[in-house]
Structure formats: structure tokens, C-alpha cells
């Protein structure tokens, strides 16, 4: 039985838990990592691939979990093939790739009680070690306190499940309304991370019509929306939203919430281009452009360089635009409300005051 497999049955176990078989004070620890699951993904991915090694490997000391660690064993790459995929199969918090691309966690130390890695929360940070301590002392416990770390994870995502009412063919919408509702959805200050994804999904939404509508886009394909919280040092991706045509990247997005189009910007977007070569690259931003000379020069030289067409413009007049080229205002809103209601990397938060924000602007 692979990690995969194991984590699946796991789960399963879970799902079926009545009583956990831990102590007080090592369920309060695994409270501790579920309730942190969403804000700090890399503690609990990485826990939950650790005891899963160790059920698999009982003698592993799974504290060391860089093979360049005398008898360790590389962590990141079984997080890497099964258990963030797997996770994100079942539904779960995970992170885009691995645990171990948080700089706290993929530092050359053994997970033992003085480790040193930048943790930011200390509770946190203890209650990640003290559980490894425990199951390296006592390796049965690896099924019971993974089962359990599941089990709370779970609850809590049944617990944060914000259902979102679709918007009525009767209800009072139109271009301007709708506009007006995704400025408000994108201007909100949360007091949260994670509403950056939001413009994202409205694009990605829009795209999904405009590739099955406009002549343009006949026979290109829309690339899966990937998580938000991935860096540009790590994403394979050459934006936010991807489009193909026969395998070739066509068109790639931009979105940028809040932050400037500027030359340092544009020179990032320029290293896209030249790497992943599409046809057309789209920069959209609810800043301002700043260093508008630079700006434009730098578009011209990509095109003269490189022969692709960069389009700089702000996030909502772009919106707004695409709006107009869409069949259907009604299947776009819904289509967005749904793509925000299941997405796993919003907050409860996110949901709630978008909930709001509809009996504000369409339910009259």
C-alpha cells in the first residue's frame, strides 16, 4: 500500500470516528493543527505526511525528513507525488505542491523540540513538534493521531461550508449591477488573505463563456484555475488563467488586486513571455500604472523581441467589457458564485460578505 492509498483509508476511518483514542493533551495538539489547517497549510500538510510515513515505515524517525540527514528520507517528494494530491482529491486544505516549499519547514534541521525553523505561531509550532516527539516515542499512536488530525479537519470544513443562493432570472441584474457587486466583492477589506483569488475566479468564470462563444477562442481550451497561494518561484504556470489552442499556449492572464502596473511588474511578465511563449498576455490590475513611459516601452520591446501582444489594462473596466461579449449575465454570475462557494482556499469570510453583498445589489 502506497502513501495514497494509506491516506485514503485513513480518511475513511475518519469519517466513521466516534471516540478519538488519544489523550487529552495529545487531542487538544491535533485540535490545535486542524483548527490552523486553512491559514497554515505547510504545518499541517507536512504533519499529515510525516505520520502517514511513519504508519507505513515504523522504524523511519520521520523528524528527519531530508535524505541528506543521516537515516533520513526525503518528505517533500512523498508530499510532492501523494499526499497533496490526494488531499486535494478528498477535498481537504493542502498546499499547491508541497508542505515543504514553506521556508519555516524545508529548513536542513530534524524535527525535534529545539528545532529552530521561523514558525510564526510558537502554539503552533510546539504542539507540530511535541506530536512528533510523541509518535517517534510511540509509533502506534501515528494511525490514531492521523485518524484524529482528519477527523477535526473535516468537521471544521463542514463547519465553514457557506452556502451562496444563485441570483434568479426574475432577480433585478444587469451589466452595470453586476459590475458594481464584483467592484464591491474585490474592494472589501476582509481583514483576511485569500480575497486576491477573487478577481481570478471572475476572469476565469467570464473565459469559460467567452471560449465557448466568441469565434476567437474556437477551439482553445481553458487551463484548470491552480491555487492562488502559489509563488511565481514555484508556479509552472505563465499567469493566473491559461489559454490553449492544440497544446499551444495562446493567451495568459494576469490579475493583480490592488498593485501597481509598473516596470518592475512588467519586467516579471517579460520573463514569462520569453519562457512560456504565448501569443497574447493580458496584465490586468485595480491599481494604477506608474511609470507609464516604462511601462509602454517595455510592451514594445516584448513585441518587437519576442512578437507577443501584451495588453495592460484595470481589472473591472476589463470586466465590464467582457461582459458585454457574453450570452448569458445570468449562467456568468452564478458560475461565479458557485466557483466561490467551492473553492477551498477562500475563508468562511470571503463567503459570507459576498452573501451580503447580493442581498445588497441584486434581491429587491
Not at 525528513?65 to 518528505?75: A, E, I, K, L, R
Not at 467570464?206 to 514555484?234: M, P, V, W
Not at 475563508?347 to 459576498?354: A, E, L, S
Amino acid at each position: 500500500m502506497n502513501h495514497s492509498e494509506l491516506l485514503k483509508e485513513i480518511y475513511n476511518s475518519a469519517l466513521n470516528l466516534i471516540a478519538s483514542e488519544l489523550t487529552e493533551a495529545h487531542s487538544t495538539l491535533i485540535e490545535l493543527i486542524a483548527n490552523h489547517a486553512l491559514n497554515q497549510k505547510g504545518v499541517y500538510t507536512v504533519l499529515v505526511t510525516l505520520l502517514t510515513h511513519k504508519i507505513i515505515e515504523p522504524s523511519q524517525d520521520v523528524r528527519l525528513h531530508q535524505s541528506n540527514m543521516g537515516g533520513g528520507f526525503s518528505g517533500r517528494s512523498i508530499d510532492t507525488k501523494h499526499i497533496t494530491p490526494t488531499l486535494r482529491e478528498l477535498g481537504l486544505p493542502c498546499m499547491s505542491e508541497s508542505g515543504w516549499l514553506t521556508r519555516s519547514l524545508e529548513q536542513p534541521y530534524a524535527y525535534t523540540l529545539d528545532y529552530q525553523g521561523k514558525i510564526s505561531n510558537t502554539k503552533l509550532k510546539q504542539a507540530f513538534l511535541q506530536i512528533l516527539d510523541y509518535v517517534e516515542n510511540e509509533p502506534t499512536t501515528a494511525t490514531p493521531l492521523l485518524t484524529y488530525l482528519l477527523f477535526c479537519v473535516i468537521q471544521k470544513s463542514k463547519r465553514d461550508i457557506v452556502l451562496i443562493t444563485k441570483i434568479d432570472d426574475k432577480d433585478n441584474f444587469t451589466i452595470d449591477s453586476i459590475t458594481a457587486f464584483l467592484e464591491a466583492c474585490f474592494s472589501y477589506n476582509y481583514k483576511d488573505f485569500g480575497g486576491s483569488k477573487l478577481p481570478v475566479i471572475a476572469f476565469h468564470c467570464i473565459f469559460q463563456q467567452l471560449i465557448d462563444e466568441l469565434k476567437r477562442y474556437e477551439g482553445c481550451t481553458l487551463n484548470k484555475l491552480g491555487s492562488h497561494t502559489a509563488s511565481d518561484r514555484t508556479s509552472k504556470t505563465a499567469g493566473d488563467i491559461e489559454i490553449f489552442k492544440n497544446g499551444e499556449l495562446i493567451e495568459a492572464i494576469e490579475i493583480k488586486l490592488d498593485k501597481p502596473i509598473n516596470a518592475d511588474l512588467m519586467r516579471q511578465v517579460q520573463q514569462k513571455i520569453y519562457k512560456h511563449n504565448p501569443k497574447r498576455y493580458c496584465v490586468f490590475s485595480s491599481g494604477q500604472v506608474i511609470e507609464a513611459e516604462a511601462v509602454k516601452n517595455i510592451v514594445n520591446e516584448i513585441k518587437e523581441n519576442h512578437g507577443c501582444q501584451v495588453i495592460v489594462n484595470g481589472v473591472v473596466p476589463t470586466l465590464k467589457y467582457y461582459l458585454r461579449l457574453i450570452i448569458s449575465l445570468q449562467n456568468f454570475i452564478n458560475d461565479f458564485l458557485t466557483a466561490v462557494e467551492n473553492d477551498s482556499e477562500l475563508k468562511p469570510i470571503h463567503k459570507t460578505v459576498i452573501v451580503r453583498l447580493i442581498n445588497l445589489y441584486f434581491k429587491h
